[in-house]
């Protein structure tokens, strides 16, 4: 991701407002903001053909994150932080991994990939099997996609635990309250996989 504006929030109409108190506190000067980039499809120019090719779209968010360390037998989401929209999500690994983890396997995407990553899982007895970043320039080799495919049916398991929350707006105006909300969120979550469990083993 790429911030676009690390400094929102603090510019000169903060100052300005600091005898408008009621104007200041609907200031968010804790979130900021980042462009992601994602996948779009468009069909192809041939009147013909019905195919469609993809090409990278760039979209400005402004707002939190939510990190989060999801159990993959059961889909709960053991540990979680909150950050402003442009930390990177690699710098978060440590504070969502539970240490006490049963199985030793950690799943995370490309961005967490790095060498201080992959030392600190290995010193707290886990295992690294995080995605590969495709190398600048160049294709992916097949090995590496194969490698990354296997990855990526383990991830898609709790995948759905995103795709639930990614569509709820979170508006607040500190990252205290964004912090609340989200951990909020993420407790409610956890209550469906609970009670399907809890179905699962109930007797008839």
């Not at 929030?9 to 200031?27: C, F, I, M, N, V």
């Not at 000067?29 to 779209?57: E, F, G, L, M, N």
Request: proline share 5%; charged share 30%; with cysteine.
């Amino acid at each position: 991701m790429v911030c676009v504006r690390e400094a929102v929030g603090q510019g000169p109409e903060t100052e300005a407002w600091q005898d408008k108190p009621a104007k200041l506190a609907r200031k968010d000067r804790d979130a900021r903001w980042t462009v992601k980039y994602a996948k779009a499809k468009q069909p192809t120019v041939t009147p013909t053909s019905a195919a469609t090719r993809s090409h990278d779209i760039a979209i400005p968010m402004f707002g939190y994150k939510n990190h989060a360390g999801i159990d993959r037998p059961h889909g709960f989401i053991r540990r979680w932080t909150v950050t402003s929209a442009s930390s990177h999500d690699g710098a978060q690994l440590r504070n969502v991994v539970a240490k006490d983890n049963t199985a030793s396997t950690v799943w995370a995407d490309s961005a967490y990939r790095s060498k201080r990553n992959e030392e600190w899982l290995e010193r707290n007895g886990l295992t690294p099997d995080i995605h590969q970043k495709k190398p600048k320039g160049k294709p992916m080799s097949e090995t590496m996609s194969k490698a990354n495919g296997r990855r990526s049916k383990v991830k898609s398991a709790v995948e759905h635990v995103f795709a639930r929350q990614k569509d709820e707006t979170l508006r607040q105006n500190h990252r205290g309250r964004a912090k609340l909300k989200i951990g909020m969120a993420n407790i409610a979550y956890n209550m469906l996989p609970y009670v399907w469990h809890q179905g699962r083993t109930a007797s008839a």
